[in-house]
């Protein structure tokens, strides 16, 4: 399924669900869309309060990156009326 950017809206990092797929780019600037599996809140007096969410990890890796940004941040998310074809993928 190919996605265009209508599929996705922006919404704050707060916003996002666990389930919810986002729409991210590795280090390297390759585009990823991912299921939100784990949502954590952290805080510390440098960074104030963060959200980090990380993606389901698969049998062969023992750790995953996902997205780690202050309350505020902007991310994509692909729209919900979408993601239930992505879930059959």
Same mark, same amino acid.
């Given at each position: 399924?190919?996605?265009?950017? %209508? =599929?996705? #809206? %922006? &919404?704050?990092? #707060?916003?996002? =669900?666990? *389930?919810?797929? &986002? ?5 390297? *600037?390759? $585009?990823?869309?991912? +299921? ?5 809140? !952290?805080?510390?007096?440098? =960074? *104030? +309060? &963060?959200? #980090?969410?990380? $993606?389901?990890?698969?049998a =062969? +890796? !023992?750790?995953?990156? *996902?997205? @780690?940004? $202050?309350?505020g !941040?902007?991310?994509? %998310?692909?729209r919900r009326? @979408?993601?239930? #074809?992505?879930?059959?993928?």
């Amino acid at each position: 399924m190919a996605l265009t950017e %209508r =599929d996705l #809206e %922006r &919404v704050t990092i #707060e916003a996002i =669900d666990i *389930g919810d797929f &986002v729409f991210s780019k590795s280090l390297a *600037g390759a $585009p990823k869309i991912w +299921q939100v599996y784990a949502k954590k809140f !952290t805080f510390n007096e440098h =960074d *104030g +309060q &963060v959200i #980090e969410l990380r $993606p389901q990890a698969d049998a =062969d +890796q !023992t750790a995953v990156s *996902g997205v @780690r940004a $202050p309350i505020g !941040t902007m991310i994509h %998310r692909v729209r919900r009326g @979408r993601t239930r #074809e992505l879930a059959n993928l």
